[in-house]
């Protein structure tokens, strides 16, 4: 199905695709029950916590270029996950692995939080930039927080502790 109406119910396991900014990528995470498709992401073996997005432009003088995203072997290389390319302002309608990169080219990567610091100077890219606030969210965390706060306010309202 091209794109599904606004009736359209989504059912477990339908698998969506995204086309947008990276902005829009970093939304969709924030979405409860909204999981990506992580085959080649788990392959990095970081701990969600320690997850970002990145924007990678490849340099004039990139190794990388002229090869696709396979053969460049990027997620062994960089501990990186490439999730969406961009060229001359339009994302490439082509699975990942067969896109032949070029000078220019913005990669979304899902990466560790150390990527940053060791790739910034590397002449593989022309800009590195780490996408604000974009560790994935920790949901699992939200259930504990709500608990506390709830028992917090309880015995404050029972009077059985002061505001200070």
């Known amino acids: 199905m091209a794109a ?4 359209y119910v989504l059912r477990g396991r339908d698998v969506l695709w995204f086309a947008g900014d990276a902005a829009g990528v970093h939304s969709l995470r924030k979405i409860p029950g909204l999981a990506p498709q992580t085959q080649q992401v ?3 073996k970081l701990h969600k916590t320690e997850r970002r997005l990145v924007q990678a432009v490849v340099a004039v003088r990139s190794p990388l270029i002229g090869q696709t995203v396979r ?3 990027f997620r062994t290389c960089y501990d990186a996950v490439i999730i969406a390319v961009q060229r001359s302002g339009g994302r490439i309608q082509a699975k990942i692995g067969d896109i032949a990169l070029l000078a220019g ?6 990466t560790g939080s150390s990527f940053l610091r060791m790739y910034k100077a590397d002449p593989a890219f022309a800009l590195v930039s780490e996408i604000e606030n974009s560790a994935p969210p920790q949901f699992e965390k939200l259930l504990p927080a709500c608990g506390t706060a ?5 015995v404050f309202v029972a009077g059985g502790v ?3």
């Open 4 to 7: 599904p109406g606004p009736d």
């Open 105 to 110: 080219d913005v990669l979304l990567l899902d």
């Open 71 to 73: 053969d460049s072997h």
């Open 42 to 44: 788990d392959k990095l």
């Open 150 to 154: 709830v028992v917090m306010i309880a």
């Open 162 to 164: 002061g505001p200070f």
